[in-house]
């Protein structure tokens, strides 16, 4: 298992998470590491998503769901009583498996989140906006059409307009649910290269299906089954010699 | 020819017939109102109140009173369906207190319009000591079309995709204006048509009106909501049931019928452009 020492950005300890009566996610003890990629990777169902959308109290919008354990976040857990999660998710921000972008246009579906916590001038916005679009390698594209519906762009540019927005609220994580899930090849790889280049300046936690993505793209690998954490190393360990039987059935194939 | 194409040719033929039947229906009784009413519209019929025991002159003041109603009506129903909607939809755990309140809705929904009247009679006019008036009518006539906009905010709520309200929320924006800046906007639509089916029942009531703002007749025109009013729906029934002259104002019952069929369609058409312009930058 990985432990990581000084460069540690989530730790999550003990969490165990219940939909009603049914417990999703058993006895999870994670690090996560500062401006590294770290792939969830396992079965459907098996817990990864949900842990996902639990370090950013996305989960939180689930009726009768509950928490046990602590995610720390710089220091402090997310799930105490006195924090925020408004502020927590404007932190750690969140890209879906299904592109998402608003009915509006380029240009306000990027402006929409920063627009509300206080960034009035349209110097300011454009700027973001700009900014946002490099990071997110779509301003070539976009920068003429800034005024049309998000809505018409393909899904692997509606995906990186959805990345460009989280982007644009400055957060220090970026979670992704299987991003390229819903995309072609080379929308895939779009975004793939685009997380490379992310990763430099943001913490990535992914959920991925898709095992050669994980192994492309990841620096640690956690392998969940059955809601707990089977296996969790840097990425090239797993797939080469993992420390666990099942870990290496599943990366093989032989179930899952 | 095989049996499957008769069953299919059959099923659509009654598909076809149910859908013509309405159709004839509501454009026969269209049909009939204009036929019989034109004769009568004109500009001093439109413009000017009635005289001589209101078998002469025109309807001005219940057209009027009409429009004063309905938006009173409207203005108050609005806030208060839309706002309940948002209550039970986004922010009310779902549960048995919810489900008591959407049973009381539609309950609601099911009261004849004439006890909306004596419940508005009690409480506005006589409790509240409003009197008849626009103020106890608009009220009655509110309540009345408080169901339908609620059921009508609700359904237009559960329809803007959940993701919207994900993708908001995940970029660390409050609920509340998560609801005000992406949800209520997309629902604008259905709330919308909503309202439309509210002020075509609203302007077309007659019972609830009949005792709490409602007059038989009067030539002055409103010059507060603590003043009672003519109003289409019972200017029709009067002539038609309750004055001397019934068989001589035949013609203007028909042109009145005729003018709040063309306000109601009038608003309506209104409505649904409005629906329509917005509807066409919304799309997901």
New interface residues.
Partial sequence: MVTIQDNCIIKVRNVDFYYGKFRALTDISMDFEKNRVTALIGPSGCGKSTLLRLL?R?ND?I?GSRVEGEVVFEGKNIYDQDIDP??????I??V?Q?P????KSIFNNIT??PR??GVRKKSDLEALVEQSLRQASLWDEAKDILGQ?A?MLSGGQQQRV?IA??LA?KPDVLLMDEPTSALDPISTAKIEELIEDLKKRYTIIIVTHNMQQAARISNYTGFFYLGKLIEYNPTEKIFTTPDVRQTEDYITGRFG | MKWRYIKQNLFFGAVRLSALTITTAVVAILFYIFVNGISVISWDFLTLPPRDAMTKGGIMPAILGTVYLTSGAIIIALPLGVISAIYLNEYA??GLVVRIIRVGVNCLAGVPSIVFGLFGLGLFVVFLQFGSCILSGALTLGFLILPTIIGASEEALKAV?Q????????????KW?TIY??VLP?ALPGIMTGSILGIGRAAGETAPIMFTAAAFYTSKLPASIFDEVMALPYHIYVLATAGTHIEETRPIQYGTALMLVALVLGIDLIAIIIRSYIRR????
């Fill in positions: 950013n996305m919008l009726d408004v502020e927590i998710r404007r932190r921000g969140m879906f299904k998402n972008p608003f009915p929409y989140g509300l916590v519906s809505m959805c927005r989280a609220m | 755990k779902q995709p993701t919207f309200r994900e993708a908001s929320l995940a970029l660390g924006v409050a204006q800046r992406i997309n930058n919304r799309r997901w």
